[in-house]
């Protein structure tokens, strides 16, 4: 399984537009594509970013599909008044406690790695990071992403509400500690997001 995802840094003001639109317009049309096993989006009403990931059933049918989406996003970039970023991955983890519903939030990890700990990083988030994060009041999911081209990876964890992920701060700090020192990652970025859209797909991979 394989994702793109596009950031838009948007005017907050046009973020109800623009989840409207990813919504109405794109999310039919992607869903549509040979391939594709879903589309989601995170947005930060206070900083304006916005990540849309789509989800295709191998890297093949993402490349296939990169011309479409690329009209799509530039449709969609203009709406939300920002300029696109576009990241590709592979992934390497999914979970799914229970489907995400009105008002579930996701906490989102940014990481460098080592190339040589690309692989590991996997079993330390299926054996320590899931386990930790599945005992957390109102966790929903958890997912992790790999590009091994520019060695980074992304932890996502969602959570039922923003006062189930606000309450898990502590303890999703000391998990990401815990695993930044044993790998020995570098952490890029982390976002807290309103889960906007959550139409995925994919099936378990943990």
């Known amino acids: 399984m394989h994702a793109r995802s596009t950031t838009i840094q948007a005017r907050p003001d046009a973020i109800d537009d623009g989840v409207a639109h990813v919504r109405d317009v794109v999310m039919p049309a992607i869903l549509d594509m040979s391939?594709?096993?879903g589309l989601s989006m995170l947005a930060d009403r206070q900083s304006g970013r916005c990540i849309v990931t789509t989800a295709w059933e191998d890297e093949t049918a993402m490349r296939a599909s990169a011309h479409a989406a690329?009209?799509?996003r530039d449709e969609a970039a203009k709406i939300f008044g920002g300029q696109p970023q576009v990241d590709e991955w592979e992934i390497a983890m999914l979970h799914r406690?229970?489907?995400a519903s009105a008002g579930a939030c996701a906490r989102v990890t940014w990481l460098r790695l080592d190339p040589d700990q690309l692989d590991r990083v996997t079993d330390v988030f299926s054996e320590a990071v899931l386990p930790a994060v599945s005992e957390l009041d109102g966790f929903c999911s958890?997912?992790?992403l790999l590009d091994r081209s520019t060695s980074r990876c992304v932890g996502s964890?969602?959570?039922?509400?923003m006062d189930a992920m606000r309450r898990s701060t502590q303890r999703a700090d000391e998990i990401r500690a815990s695993v930044v020192r044993d790998l020995g990652a570098e952490r890029l970025?982390?976002?807290e997001f309103e889960l906007a859209i959550a139409h995925l797909r994919v099936p378990e991979m943990a």
């Open 35 to 37: 391939g594709c096993v």
């Open 70 to 72: 690329g009209r799509l």
């Open 97 to 99: 406690d229970h489907r």
């Open 142 to 144: 958890a997912s992790l």
């Open 157 to 161: 964890v969602a959570y039922d509400s």
């Open 189 to 191: 970025d982390i976002g």
